[in-house]
């Protein structure tokens, strides 16, 4: 599950690079019988295993100490948002603990320091969300992206949608690329980008413009969005 997308693109070169640093532990290695059994059924009886608490503390005691910040990827979590990457991404070490059943012990949220969910829809465990945790944080450390695609350029970074891009050819199958872009006016292309992104983040994200505080410019652009729709 792991192996794939850390040995790929800009994860694998970070990595080279030692900009990141990434330790897979397996969860098994702290079970203590010759079974290495990690799971076991529900007191209450139903269907399903449950991850146990004796065999977590044990890999936890091991794997995280030292401050570093202990996240369990969950359904039940807090919605990972692109203000909590920034503030994990200003950390120095993570320790993702990745449940692998239809549950845990509950005893285990209390050994951990946050609960994080990366969206509301149930996987077979948590090793997709840690490898999508590990992906949008790593994209913050400094050299991991390239200055020129900055992430300060990103979606939600300010809190709005991405404005349009365009690349070559400059007519496809008769849509054109919009003619401020290709007119060479450096101030109107950034007025054009930035109404483009206040609309797009009106209509299909209105909980974000809701959250957003717009600048006098902005306040402008939105009017003119609005006189025009
Ligand atoms: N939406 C997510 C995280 C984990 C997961 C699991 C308790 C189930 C979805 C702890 C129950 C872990 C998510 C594994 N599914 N499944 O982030």
Same mark, same amino acid.
């Given at each position: ?16 690079? /030692? ?11 702290? #079970? ?5 059994? $990690? ?19 044990? #890999? ?56 994080? *969910? ?8 948590? @090793? ?21 695609? *900055? ?6 970074? @300010? /809190? ?35 109404? @483009? ?12 413009? #809701?959250?957003?505080?717009?600048? $006098? ?6 009017? @003119? ?5």
């Amino acid at each position: 599950m792991f192996q794939g997308p850390l040995d790929e693109s800009l994860l694998k070169k970070a990595r080279d690079k /030692g900009l990141l640093d990434i330790n897979l532990v397996n969860i098994r290695d702290f #079970a203590d019988d010759k079974h290495k059994t $990690a799971d076991d059924s529900p007191y209450g009886g139903g269907a399903g295993m449950v991850m146990k608490v004796d065999v977590i503390a044990k #890999a936890l005691s091991r794997v995280a100490g030292h401050g570093s910040r202990v996240i369990l990827l969950c359904p039940t979590g807090k919605l990972l948002t692109q203000e909590k990457v920034k503030e994990l991404a200003q950390l120095k070490q993570l320790t993702l603990l990745c449940g692998h059943y239809e549950g845990i012990d509950e005893r285990i949220r209390g050994m951990v320091d946050e609960e994080i *969910s990366i969206g509301d829809y149930v996987l077979t465990g948590g @090793e997709l969300p840690a490898m999508v945790l590990i992906d949008a944080v790593a994209r913050h450390i400094p050299g991991v992206v390239k200055e020129a695609e *900055s992430v300060k350029k990103d979606s939600f970074y @300010e /809190g709005l949608l991405d404005h349009p891009s365009y690349t070559k050819p400059e007519e496809f199958e008769g849509k054109k690329v919009p003619d401020v872009l290709t007119s060479g006016h450096h101030k109107e292309i950034d007025r054009w980008r930035r109404k @483009e992104s206040l609309k797009k983040t009106l209509y299909r994200r209105p909980d974000l413009l #809701a959250k957003f505080t717009p600048s $006098a410019e902005d306040r402008s652009l939105l009017n @003119e969005i609005m006189q025009n729709d």
